[in-house]
């Protein structure tokens, strides 16, 4: 299971609230555009699932 964050659903106009959460530092954001996960960083622990406001963490197939 890898998560990706939706564009959909990411408003993409903040500094994303879930960056400082994962405890491994998989997750970047390059100004105020879509943030990105690491899928070989990721250990899938769901901590950013789980503290999006926007829930737009999701399982990527």
């Given amino acids: 299971m890898a998560l990706t964050i939706s564009p959909r659903a990411c408003p993409q106009n903040h500094r994303c609230p879930i960056i400082p ?17 690491d899928e070989d960083k990721c250990i899938e622990c769901g901590k950013c699932a789980r503290q999006c406001p926007m829930r737009a963490v999701v399982t990527k197939n």
Avoid at 21 to 37: D, E, K, T, W
């Fill in 21 to 37: 959460v994962c405890p491994v530092g998989a997750i970047s954001q390059n100004g105020y555009g879509l943030p990105v996960i």
